[in-house]
C-alpha cells in the first residue's frame, strides 16, 4: 500500500550534522499548510540516521527507508516495514510542482540525503 503526497515547493539545507530536503505544500498566503522532511543526520560516532518528520510527527524509528527511486518530479520511498503513522503504508510517494527551484533542490540534495538507498530514477 502507498500513501501518495502532493506537494508545491522542495528545499534543501544543511546544517551542522544533518542534511535535510524539505516539501511544503503552501497556502496562496505562503503559509505552510502540509509538510514532509527527510533528514540524514551524523551523530559524533559517524552513525547515520535516515528519518521522516511529517506535518510535525516523526515516523517511528530511523532508517525507515529501504529504497528510494526519483524520476522527475515523483520520488518513491520504499519502507522497511509499513508505517503505522501512514495507515500501514509500505511507500511514500512524493510528487512536486516542475519547477527550476524545486528541480535545484532536488539536484543538489537526492543524493547527499539518500545516499546509497537511491537505487534509481533521474532528475
Not at 521522516?52 to 522497511?80: C, M, P, S
Request: no cysteine; hydrophobic share 40%.
Amino acid at each position: 500500500m502507498a500513501s501518495s503526497r502532493q506537494y508545491d515547493t522542495v528545499a534543501f539545507d544543511v546544517r551542522d550534522n544533518t542534511i535535510m530536503l524539505f516539501f511544503a505544500k503552501t497556502t496562496p498566503e505562503r503559509d505552510i499548510s502540509d509538510y514532509l522532511l527527510l533528514m540524514r543526520t551524523v551523530d559524533d560516532e559517524f552513525e547515520e540516521t535516515l528519518t521522516i518528520e511529517i506535518n510535525e510527527q516523526q515516523l517511528a524509528g530511523g532508517n525507515l527507508i529501504r529504497e528510494a527511486d526519483l524520476t522527475g518530479n515523483v520520488l518513491t520511498l520504499r519502507l522497511h516495514e509499513p508505517a503505522a503513522e501512514l495507515d500501514g503504508a509500505t511507500e511514500i510517494v512524493l510528487t512536486w510542482e516542475d519547477t527550476a527551484e524545486n528541480l535545484e533542490s532536488i539536484e543538489a540534495g537526492a543524493f547527499r540525503v539518500f545516499g546509497d538507498t537511491l537505487v534509481g530514477g533521474n532528475a
